[in-house]
């Protein structure tokens, strides 16, 4: 499969058992391909809406029961029907592909988040999800478990969020909590000048420790699940924790430093998921 896009962590890897990897396959070219309708190209607005609308039909046209797509429109079978197959076989919940819709919709309709609430109940729609989906296929769906993966999945969000507050500017969006900007004395102005000043590296200090709290709780996941799936996990973790190290080592300077992970990095991630 080809991913376009930058990843933190890898997708459908070696690592998967093979009878997994078809579906982790359906699962994200539904997300990604989605997300897409909602971030990329130029269309306006209403015409991303209208989009997701069609994702909104396909999901709702698999839960009623047509899993061979013969109430899909042309244009969603390519999507959809691999992803009908997955859902039946593992029995993977409708409810999380609505989820990540609503959270597309809402990229759409809402550029601010007042404080840390708002952020974290994004990230409920928009990244735990994909985790529960995960923990489906394991089979491994206890409410600690599910604890654990939704702390993950929120710090690598939020991680992301930090990684692209640049990015996330020039589409008129900031993810970081209104009310700790706020606290910080940060204005959007900085961001828009791209200031690393002392109170942004304040107000970023905060936000770092508060995704690595969330890693470090969640990590216990990736022992308890056996193999390769714990170890893939284990550097999915690994991976959100690195790209925050290295926030630290440009002094929070993301506006022209971003942060991403390269071949060397992996190495140190993969010692670190085996012994760590």
């Known amino acids: 499969m080809a991913v376009d896009h930058y990843e933190n962590f ?10 997994l990897r078809p579906a982790v396959v359906a699962i994200y070219r ?30 709702t046209t698999l839960a009623s029961g047509d899993y061979d797509g013969a109430r899909l429109p042309k244009e969603l079978r390519e999507i959809f ?25 809402q990229d759409l309709t809402q550029a ?28 491994t769906t206890d409410a600690r478990a599910i604890e654990q993966s939704d702390a993950i999945c929120s710090a690598l969000q939020r991680v992301n969020f930090l990684q692209d507050v640049a990015i996330d500017w020039r589409k008129n969006r900031i993810y970081l909590p209104g009310d700790a900007l706020a606290h910080f004395g940060v204005s959007e102005e900085t961001i828009a000048q ?18 690595r709290a969330l890693l470090h709780f969640g990590y216990p996941l990736g022992r ?5 799936i714990g170890l893939e ?15 630290e080592q440009v002094e929070f300077d993301v506006f022209t430093r971003r942060p991403i992970l390269r071949p060397t990095d992996w190495i140190t991630m993969f010692w670190r998921a085996l012994w760590r």
């Open 30 to 59: 539904f997300a990604r391909s989605a997300d897409d309708i909602a971030d990329e190209g130029d269309a306006l607005p209403a015409e991303r809406l209208a989009a997701l609308a069609q994702y909104r039909l396909g999901l």
């Open 81 to 105: 029907l691999p992803l009908g197959r997955a859902i039946q076989e593992h029995s993977l919940p409708f409810q999380s592909f609505f989820d990540l819709l609503t959270a597309f919709e």
């Open 194 to 211: 791209g200031e690393c000043t002392q109170a942004w590296r304040d107000l970023m200090t905060e936000q770092v420790k508060q995704c």
């Open 224 to 228: 308890r699940l056996p193999g390769r």
């Open 112 to 139: 601010r988040y007042p404080n840390n609430e708002a952020v974290m109940a994004y990230c409920r729609l928009s990244a735990n999800p994909v985790g529960l989906l995960m923990l489906h296929l394991y089979k």
């Open 233 to 247: 996990l284990r550097l999915i973790v690994q991976g959100g924790l690195n790209i925050l190290e290295k926030i």
């Open 10 to 19: 890898p997708v459908a890897s070696w690592l998967l058992p093979k009878p």
